[in-house]
T-cell receptor, first 110, second 116 residues
Framework: AQRVTQPEKLLSVFKGAPVELKCNYS??????LFWYVQYSRQRLQLLLR??SRESIKGFTADLNKGETSFHLKKPFAQEEDSAMYYC????????????FGEGTQLTVNP | GAGVSQSPRYKVAKRGQDVALRCDPI?????LFWYQQALGQGPEFLTY????????KSGLPSDRFFAERPEGSVSTLKIQRTQQEDSAVYLC??????????????FGPGTRLTVL
């Protein structure tokens, strides 16, 4: 069965510093990977997906199949980036269901 | 337009009680998902509907959990004889279509269930 691991439950950086949220997955095939974000008192929402290869709010993520990783990066963190971030995976054999990691709480300090 | 809505937002139940959680998906969305999120954990898949058909219920933790979507719109997740380990946030999500091509899942605010 597929699995998503986010090794850091908490991550704290200062404003303007680079940030990297780690995500590793276990699946032998070709999955689709996503990052979801949940800001305080808001609902879970899609941040970006690897297929789009786009930058959202300054965040990027590259799928590394060799290392089975999909780390989320931003060169200069902002206070408004403080949120809970979840990495998620979808595999074809499981339909559209998502498998989520445990999440990383990012705090950007002023 | 209106997003996914869920009711009630909070539910406190005594152990052994039955509860029913409602989800109103975005109008026209074919697919509907239920996830369970325990404290400090990521959401875990429970079940999935395509219109009124329940195509995957492999994530339901026990036969006390039952979900339905009789008219292909509103869905209800029912938990019978609640136990303390059922305490969690129950998330509903909907998407336009399903299948091999991923369509973004839009999440509701969740229902926080506390079983005493």
């Amino acid at each position: 069965a597929q699995r998503v691991t986010q090794p850091e439950k908490l991550l704290s950086v200062f404003k303007g510093a680079p940030v990297e949220l780690k995500c590793n997955y276990s699946y032998s095939g070709s999955p689709e990977l996503f990052w979801y974000v949940q800001y305080s008192r808001q609902r879970l929402q899609l941040l970006l997906r690897h297929i789009s290869r786009e930058s959202i709010k300054g965040f990027t993520a590259d799928l590394n199949k060799g290392e089975t990783s999909f780390h989320l990066k931003k060169p200069f963190a902002q206070e408004e980036d403080s949120a809970m971030y979840y990495c998620a995976l979808k595999v074809r054999t499981s339909g559209s269901r998502l498998t989520f990691g445990e999440g990383t709480q990012l705090t950007v300090n002023p | 337009g209106a997003g996914v809505s869920q009711s009630p937002r909070y539910k406190v139940a005594k152990r052994g009680q039955d509860v029913a959680l409602r989800c109103d998906p975005i109008s026209g969305h074919v697919s509907l998902f239920w996830y369970q999120q325990a404290l400090g954990q990521g959401p875990e898949f429970l079940t999935y509907f395509q219109n009124e058909a329940q195509l995957d219920k492999s994530g339901l933790p026990s036969d006390r959990f039952f979900a339905e979507r009789p008219e292909g719109s509103v869905s209800t997740l029912k938990i019978q004889r609640t136990q303390q380990e059922d305490s969690a946030v129950y998330l509903c999500a909907s998407s336009r279509t399903s299948g091999l091509i991923y369509n973004e899942q839009f999440f509701g605010p969740g229902t926080r269930l506390t079983v005493l």
